[in-house]
């Protein structure tokens, strides 16, 4: 009964991936469910169970699963709990790891997506060994997990952390979900490079090949493909974006004063053409005693596999 198997899931708005993985972070099975089509938390946990099981016994049944780690958006590690995910069907305060715990018999621990993603980048990834990390998850959102002292930073409520919706820009762009302005997210998740690229088309004469699609038709892949082959404008939103987000990190680095900050999420594709504007602006906003001192690096880990092996990294946390 050797329990060298974690079972990590990742619940996403739209879709929950799940894996088995063992201490090196090689996943022995994936798979994947519908979050969305669940209205009822019940029902999603016993179709989760129902696929998840075959996995559980391919592996030698429950025997050789030491826990169950979680990954949600809105997700209380000290709680165990989904709180009000505006993007999740299930409403209020969802009591997740009581319910997993009860329906799988597997000990269970759940954080936010984000806090998990640093807690496998700290497992599996570029930060092993660090004590002193930021995680920055630059996809659809902006989300961040703060590692100090070797521990992830949760604050009095399980909620600290969420650097994705500091205000960078004073009565900035209006973001879509939460109605601040000038939030972080508003600026440098994929969305806010879209908006920003529409902006720049908007407020410039300049050719530009973004202006072969229709308004709808730009996102951030458009933008990155643009940049690509040279485009003035496409490059330049990536400057702003770049600008933006170092000026960021370099308030969250007098912080903290991480070791490194690890830049994860579909934004990272675009490699030099936003790290070295995110360098460049970071550097220029720190006190002398942080600058050159703070590694800023991509993610090791592959996304497609990133969450599910962060969630399972938080059953290495669990005690014995």
């Known amino acids: 009964m050797n329990q060298q198997l974690a079972l990590g899931i990742d619940i996403g708005g739209t879709n929950t991936v799940f894996g088995i993985v063992d201490h ?39 025997a050789a699963i030491r826990g169950i780690g979680i990954g949600a958006p809105n997700g ?11 993007n999740l069907n299930w409403k209020g305060i969802v009591p997740v ?19 998990a993603a640093a807690v496998g980048e700290m497992m599996y990834g570029a930060a092993k060994g660090m004590k002193d990390f930021i995680m920055i998850t630059l996809g659809t959102g902006v989300g961040s997990g703060i590692v100090a002292n070797g521990s992830l930073i949760l604050g009095h409520d399980g909620f600290a952390g969420e650097l994705g919706h500091t205000i960078i820009i004073p009565n900035g762009r209006q973001h879509w979900g939460t109605n601040a302005k000038g939030s972080l997210e508003a600026y440098c998740s994929a969305t806010g490079v879209r908006l920003t690229a529409i902006e720049m088309l908007e407020n410039s004469k300049t ?14 892949r458009v933008v ?22 170092g000026k960021a990190l370099a308030n969250f680095t007098m ?50 596999d990133a969450a599910v092996l962060g969630a399972s990294a938080l059953v290495w946390e669990m005690k014995s």
């Open 76 to 86: 209380n590690y000290y709680k165990g709990t989904i709180e009000y995910a505006p």
């Open 97 to 115: 790891t009581e319910m997993i715990t009860e329906k799988f018999d597997l000990p269970s621990a759940l954080t936010n997506d984000a806090n």
């Open 24 to 62: 090196r972070g090689d996943i022995q099975y994936r798979g994947a469910i519908s979050t969305k089509k669940h209205l009822k938390i019940e029902d999603y946990i016993n179709e989760l169970y129902e696929a998840v099981l075959p996995a559980i016994e391919q592996v030698g049944g429950k």
């Open 207 to 220: 050719d530009s090949l973004m202006r072969n699609y229709a308004k709808e038709e730009i996102d951030s």
């Open 224 to 245: 990155y493909d643009c940049a690509m082959q040279g485009d003035v404008i496409a490059n330049e939103v990536y400057a702003f974006t770049g600008d933006i987000l």
């Open 255 to 304: 912080f903290s004063s991480p070791e490194a900050i690890i830049l994860f999420g579909g934004l990272c594709k675009a490699g030099d053409l936003i790290l070295t504007p995110t360098k460049k602006a970071m550097e220029e906003n720190l006190l002398p005693i942080f600058q050159n001192k703070v590694k800023l690096v991509f993610s090791e880990l592959k996304e497609a």
